[in-house]
């Protein structure tokens, strides 16, 4: 059995370069999760990636499977990226942990269009308790692994305000994106207000 995770963290240096910071977290019944921290920029400042290291280890499987298979089955790991400097967002470790746990835990398969929510702020302040997963691709290109394991896929993490989840519940997670680009919204900035919904 190949040890994936050796290999993810390979493709997050290669595409973030190096972690200035790293946390673990475990949950009873779960493996460990490690969560990465990365300074970056982009054209407007200074960025904060944090990158999921173990949820990738197993494949995901459709809660209604009497079986999980072991070998065959989506994986992936998560990414989120804020503006550095904005809010304490490092505290957002162990909510992310948390999702990337959720496969193991409660048995859902985390995929684009998807909502994941902590029931909590983010962060400190936060007016975040939720992400919409995005399309991967962009930041981390998905790695591939030798057959018949599926890639990993680098899942970008999108926060949601309380009152866009639940419009993205209404109207789905397209017509939100859309919304968010129509409006220019900023979905780095860890202190954004709502997006106009009406």
Known sequence: ?????????????????????RAAVT???????????FAGEDGEGAIVRYATLGMSAHPMTDPTAVLADPVKGPRAELVLSVRAGLADTDKVLRP?????????????????????????????????????????GGL?????????????RFLPLLPMTPNE???KRVHGAQALQERWLT?????????RGPVPLE
């Not at 059995?1 to 910071?21: H, I, K, N, Q």
């Not at 409006?183 to 202190?191: E, I, K, M, Y």
């Open 165 to 167: 989840a639940a419009w």
């Open 96 to 136: 992310l942990a948390v999702l990337a746990a959720s496969p193991q835990v409660e048995g859902v398969v985390v995929a684009p269009g998807a909502s994941l929510d902590v029931g909590e702020p983010l962060w400190p302040g936060a007016p975040f308790t939720s992400v919409l997963v995005a399309e991967p």
């Open 183 to 191: 409006n220019g919204t900023d979905l780095r900035d860890p202190a």
């Open 140 to 152: 981390v290109e998905d790695l591939e692994l030798d057959e018949p394991l599926d890639p990993v």
């Open 27 to 37: 949950f009873l019944g779960t493996d460990r999760v490690e969560v990465l921290r």
């Open 1 to 21: 059995m190949v040890d994936v995770l050796p290999l993810v963290e390979a493709r997050l240096r290669s595409a973030l370069g190096e972690p200035d910071a």
